[in-house]
Nanobody, 124 residues
Framework: QVQLVESGGGLVQPGGSLRLSCEASGVSLDDYPIGWFRQAPGKEREAVSC????????EYIDPVEGRFFITRDNAKNTAYLQVHSLKPEDTAVYYC?????????????????WGQGTQVTVSS
């Protein structure tokens, strides 16, 4: 049984940083891509970042480029999203997900497994 468990969210002031974690069980993260998504109240879930297994390439949406950094620790079977210079518009529930493919996708429906999410709130 595949399980993804996110942690690391919280309340942070604008300009602050967090490290979100996604611990996997039942699946080896070096076999599948890991996507990070977020969903703000009243908005659709959107892709934020992804790391593929085909070549280890990393993808980011424009609003987070240079501020968010995705990594993967295969020994711990855990993926991370380091988020810096947080803005109020980054406030959302952040989810990690994986899919049975070597490649990333920006479409949530193409992911087979999801974590429960971790809340990130950016406010002064």
């Amino acid at each position: 049984q595949v399980q993804l468990v996110e942690s690391g969210g919280g309340l942070v002031q604008p300009g602050g940083s967090l490290r979100l974690s996604c611990e996997a069980s039942g699946v080896s993260l070096d076999d599948y891509p890991i996507g990070w998504f977020r969903q703000a109240p009243g908005k659709e879930r959107e892709a934020v970042s992804c790391i593929s297994t085909s070549d280890g390439s990393k993808e980011y949406i424009d609003p987070v480029e240079g501020r968010f950094f995705i990594t993967r620790d295969n020994a711990k079977n855990t993926a991370y999203l380091q988020v810096h210079s947080l803005k109020p518009e980054d406030t959302a529930v952040y989810y990690c997900a994986t899919r049975r493919s070597a490649y990333c996708s920006t479409w949530p429906y193409e992911y087979n497994y999801w974590g429960q999410g971790t809340q990130v709130t950016v406010s002064s």
